[in-house]
């Protein structure tokens, strides 16, 4: 009788060699694919896998063996995946964080393309055959849009705020209301992006009530600037009270420091009736804020990017700073944001770009969407319940957090998954489909869906709900 340690002894001498592995065809026909160093990595790992179970006896080792050209493929094609991948938003949240905020037009993303697989003129002026300024390929243009003296662009509206405060407050106080210091997504907080730009904070008021006079007592020779901060993502309401921007930029003005406002979402001009109460940077200027901070990828619709405009010595002292340098943008991000206010200044945003024709879009025309693709569901055969069922959408994305936009659900209910399965299956697929999961239904909401996708989402959830 063979002893258990002979036994291990036969388990392992019977795992081929990496050699022999990379000898069989399946290995030659994955070299083609993935190249020969991946193939050889996990050939390697997985013998290491079954010479570890063949500690065990030869049984635990053979389904290792066995299954080895299938193992091997799947995790090269695996290792190989992109992480980032394309998501259909089935959520109703416009300007969805998680899911990369605004989608860009068509037109913008092909413009980012052509830039983006050739040189370009990034720095360099055509004309004189000199170097030249990349602020030059957005910044005049979208100055000219906003009425603005001067704009200059970063990567994102915190690093915009953190140049800010850097350039005209460091070492020096930064006047903020209570009812303003927000908590914005990620966890990073006004108060730590004031630090981290070497300002200290001066708090204003009282969380419900500051008043113009709170500013004024709270002015020094220490007062770097005041900072307006829109509340994007709550809303404070009942007993309140704040001063109007007129008011502050003229006690800021008087004072001789600048009147910074973290604006946050891009509004330009509402593109849907219940958005007109959300504050646009436009209105802002108006006021006579010094220089306005706002995001390129809500509701611009535009690239990640954070956006500066105001008044030409503040934007000036701006780009001095050393910190632009470092915050500056890449050659793919201007010219996708060239491109979304070639669409603002010629006034096709509203059907152009994807984040403002979602939130355009109404209540009937949702209705007849929702109707139609119920339908669509139901002929699919797949077992699939489907409902309608009235509900709402949101801005998202740090606009109008109280603001429900009027949609018409399509919620789906499967014989034998959970909705949180059925959830899962979507979230698997290629591409993936995020939707919403309430009250015991898998939820969507067409108007993050464009038509020409809804196809698509069909064919995923036929293949989500199939039986297994």
């Given at each position: 009788m063979a002893s258990p340690r002979s036994t291990d002894a036969d388990a392992r001498r019977r795992i081929p060699s990496v050699d022999q592995v990379m000898q069989s065809g399946a290995c030659r026909d994955l070299e083609t694919r993935f190249g020969r160093g991946p193939v050889l990595k996990h050939v390697r790992a997985i013998l290491a896998e079954a010479r570890g179970l063949a500690a065990a006896g030869a049984e635990a080792a053979a389904p290792v063996l066995g299954e080895l050209a299938a193992t091997l493929e799947r995790r090269l094609e695996a290792a190989s995946a992109p992480s980032l991948v394309r998501v259909i938003n089935a959520t109703g949240v416009i300007v969805h964080t998680n899911l990369g905020r605004a989608p860009l037009s068509a037109e913008a993303a092909a413009r980012v393309a052509a830039i983006a697989r050739s040189y370009s003129n990034l720095e360099y002026d055509l004309a004189t055959g000199e170097r030249g300024d990349r602020e030059v390929h957005v910044e005049s243009r979208l100055a000219g849009l906003l009425g603005s003296e001067a704009t200059a662009v970063v990567n994102n509206c915190a690093a915009a705020v953190l140049l800010a405060v850097n350039t005209f407050a460091e070492g020096r106080e930064v006047l903020v209301s209570r009812g303003e210091l927000v908590e914005i997504g990620g966890s990073f907080r006004i108060p730590e992006i004031l630090r981290k730009g070497g300002g200290r904070l001066r708090e204003v008021g009282t969380t419900n009530k500051t008043r113009l006079d709170d500013y004024r007592a709270a002015l020094s020779p220490e007062t770097g600037l005041i900072l307006k901060v829109h509340r994007s993502n709550f809303d404070i309401v009942?007993?309140?009270?704040?001063?109007?921007?007129?008011?502050?930029?003229?006690?800021?003005?008087?004072?001789?420091?600048?009147?910074?406002?973290?604006?946050?979402?891009?509004?330009?001009?509402?593109?849907?009736?219940?958005?007109?109460?959300?504050?646009?940077?436009?209105?802002?200027?108006?006021?006579?804020?010094?220089?306005?901070?706002?995001?390129?990828?809500?509701?611009?619709?535009?690239?990640?990017?954070?956006?500066?405009?105001?008044?030409?010595?503040?934007?000036?002292?701006?780009?001095?700073?050393?910190?632009?340098?470092?915050?500056?943008?890449?050659?793919?991000?201007?010219?996708?944001?060239?491109?979304?206010?070639?669409?603002?200044?010629?006034?096709?945003?509203?059907?152009?770009?994807?984040?403002?024709?979602?939130?355009?879009?109404?209540?009937?025309?949702?209705?007849?969407?929702?109707?139609?693709?119920?339908?669509?569901?139901?002929?699919?055969?797949?077992?699939?319940?489907?409902?309608?069922?009235?509900?709402?959408?949101?801005?998202?994305?740090?606009?109008?957090?109280?603001?429900?936009?009027?949609?018409?659900?399509?919620?789906?209910?499967?014989?034998?998954?959970?909705?949180?399965?059925?959830?899962?299956?979507?979230?698997?697929?290629?591409?993936?489909?995020?939707?919403?999961?309430?009250?015991?239904?898998?939820?969507?909401?067409?108007?993050?869906?464009?038509?020409?996708?809804?196809?698509?989402?069909?064919?995923?959830?036929?293949?989500?709900?199939?039986?297994?």
């Open positions: 009942g007993f309140t009270e704040t001063p109007g921007r007129e008011e502050l930029a003229d006690l800021a003005r008087s004072a001789g420091v600048p009147l910074v406002e973290d604006l946050g979402s891009g509004l330009l001009e509402a593109p849907h009736p219940l958005l007109a109460q959300e504050p646009t940077v436009t209105d802002a200027l108006a006021a006579g804020v010094d220089v306005v901070a706002f995001s390129g990828d809500k509701l611009l619709g535009g690239p990640q990017a954070g956006l500066l405009a105001g008044k030409t010595p503040r934007v000036a002292a701006m780009r001095r700073n050393p910190l632009y340098r470092a915050l500056r943008v890449d050659k793919m991000t201007l010219a996708a944001l060239d491109a979304v206010v070639v669409d603002h200044v010629s006034d096709r945003a509203a059907e152009r770009v994807p984040a403002l024709a979602m939130a355009s879009l109404g209540a009937e025309t949702l209705r007849a969407r929702a109707q139609g693709f119920a339908e669509r569901v139901r002929a699919l055969g797949s077992g699939l319940e489907v409902t309608l069922a009235e509900g709402a959408s949101a801005v998202g994305g740090g606009a109008a957090p109280t603001l429900r936009l009027p949609t018409t659900l399509v919620t789906l209910a499967h014989p034998s998954l959970s909705p949180d399965r059925l959830a899962e299956a979507l979230r698997a697929g290629a591409p993936a489909v995020v939707g919403r999961v309430g009250d015991g239904r898998f939820v969507l909401d067409l108007r993050t869906v464009p038509v020409e996708s809804e196809g698509e989402l069909l064919e995923a959830l036929r293949r989500a709900a199939a039986p297994r």
